[in-house]
């Protein structure tokens, strides 16, 4: 008994200690193992910010929190990973908020930002958008981790105007309005479909981020490049609700603060990536046509007006709240 005694005592103090200096409660705090999936392959260029964010975590949780990578679309369908989120069949997904809008139709707004990720923080969207994916996805909204990535239309025939009368255009819904608005045919192929595409005359151009045309080989079968680049990829980590809430409160603030770290540190990676691509695909003979003047201000105000009119027709109020809250 006198032992026992002993051992309840050693315990207690030790407690005691632990709470006096504020270190981690060894008795409560089990490692966290999170299932994580992305929407492209783990090695795309799009996937970098995730492994920025993966490994940046690990690091400040102080090894109490480990993201268990389980694969990209071939794990889970890249359309069906908000659905495997919700659901809590994972616990994160690197996803463009384009995937999701038929699930919550204003996240076709993120697109839309003229800010930096850290500029709508301060102006309260991102809390806007955490509510809605708290209360329509049982999610929560991490962060956005591609900011000043833009969109460009890349052709195979000169353009000296906005007009793109005629032109047959591969599109995903993202851009479809805006090519539309421009006079342009929208078609809709997969990605492993475009180099042919282009190369028999079946489109005559494609929209795409300004990262990465290199990786399917397409600046061989790509004349132009269309300046200036117009909305913002909208690729970010949301997280299933219940596994949120679960955390203790300061492993959630340290993902609030890898979060927006990471949002900066990407911003930097990815500028340096977007110079690398434009050198590289203009040494092979791609050419940019920059839009100036009138031309420009027409070209970004059909983009801007097209894709907000989309996103006013799918959800209204949330839509206008979003845009008022932008600045737009």
């Not at 994160?92 to 990720?117: E, F, G, I, N, R």
């Not at 009368?165 to 006079?183: A, H, Q």
């Not at 005559?204 to 079968?221: L, N, Q, R, T």
């Not at 959630?252 to 979060?259: Q, W």
């Amino acid at each position: 008994m006198a032992k026992k005694r002993i051992g309840w005592k050693a315990v207690l103090l030790t407690a005691a200690l632990v709470m006096a200096l504020g270190l981690p409660n060894a008795f409560a705090a089990d490692k966290v193992k999170l299932k994580a999936v992305t929407f492209l392959p783990q090695n795309n260029t799009f996937c970098d910010a995730f492994w920025m964010f993966k490994d940046k975590l690990e690091k400040a949780s102080g090894g109490r929190i480990e993201i268990v990578y389980t694969g990209g679309p071939e794990a889970v369908p890249s359309f069906e990973q908000i659905e495997a989120v919700s659901g809590g069949m994972v616990d994160m997904a690197l996803l463009p908020a384009a995937y999701y809008v038929p699930q919550l139709p204003v996240a076709d707004a993120v697109k839309l930002s003229k800010l930096t990720p850290w500029e709508e923080r301060e102006k309260g969207v991102y809390d806007f958008l955490n509510k809605l994916h708290q209360d329509r996805l049982n999610a929560t909204y991490v962060g956005r981790f591609t900011p000043g990535i833009p969109y460009h239309l890349y052709t195979t025939k000169k353009v000296e105007s906005p007009d793109f009368s005629g032109m047959k255009i591969r599109v995903t819904p993202v851009y479809k309005p805006f090519v539309e608005e421009l006079g342009g045919v929208a078609l809709t192929t997969s990605p492993g479909e475009v180099y042919t595409a282009l190369e028999r005359g079946v489109v005559e151009g494609y929209g795409w981020p300004a990262v990465k045309i290199s990786d399917f080989g397409w600046h061989e079968v790509t004349k132009y490049m269309i300046d200036p680049g117009f909305y913002q990829v909208d690729v970010g980590i949301v997280m299933n609700l219940k596994s949120w809430n679960n955390l203790p409160d300061d492993l959630k603030e340290t993902f609030r603060k890898v979060a927006m770290e990471v949002e900066r540190d990407a911003a930097e990676h990815y500028a340096r990536a977007m110079k690398e691509e434009r050198d590289f695909i203009t040494s092979k003979g791609v050419e940019v046509i920059s839009f100036t003047g009138k031309d420009r201000e027409k070209y970004l105000e059909k983009a801007y007006e097209s894709g907000w009119k989309e996103v006013l027709k799918k959800s209204p109020e949330n839509g206008a709240r979003m845009k008022e809250l932008l600045g737009q």
